[in-house]
């Protein structure tokens, strides 16, 4: 059974920084993708970033490149999501979720989010 448990979501003032954290149990690792999507109130949930296991290829939605970073701790079997410079309009709930290779995001697996709240 895959476990994606996200933590690190708090309220914070416009221009300030999170870090959010996904601890990943119970898959192979190396074979699959792990990503971070947001759902603001109102809105349908949308993608943020993605990265591999071992750390290359991460790519990231247009309105948060540069600002946002993900990275992968394989020995603590985490994925991050380090948010700089955060806007009113990044407020929503933030999702950890993880797919194989041969499968894609609605196939995966998802945590249970965590809230991320930018006041100005």
């Known amino acids: 059974q895959v476990h994606l448990v996200e933590s690190g979501g708090g309220l914070v003032q416009a221009g300030g920084s999170l870090r959010l954290s996904c601890v990943v149990s119970?898959?192979?690792?190396?074979?699959?993708?792990t990503g971070w999507f947001r759902q603001a109130p109102g809105k349908e949930r949308e993608f943020v970033a993605a990265?591999?296991?071992?750390?290359?290829?991460?790519i990231y939605d247009a309105s948060v490149r540069g600002l946002f970073t993900i990275a992968v701790d394989n020995g603590k079997n985490t994925v991050y999501l380090q948010m700089n410079s955060l806007k009113p309009e990044d407020t929503g709930v933030y999702y950890c979720?993880?797919?194989?290779?041969?499968?894609?995001?609605?196939?995966?697996?998802w945590g249970q989010g965590t809230q991320v709240t930018v006041s100005t």
């Open positions: 990265i591999t296991w071992s750390g290359g290829n991460p």
């Open positions: 979720a993880s797919h194989g290779r041969s499968s894609g995001w609605a196939q995966g697996y």
């Open positions: 119970g898959h192979a690792f190396s074979d699959h993708i």
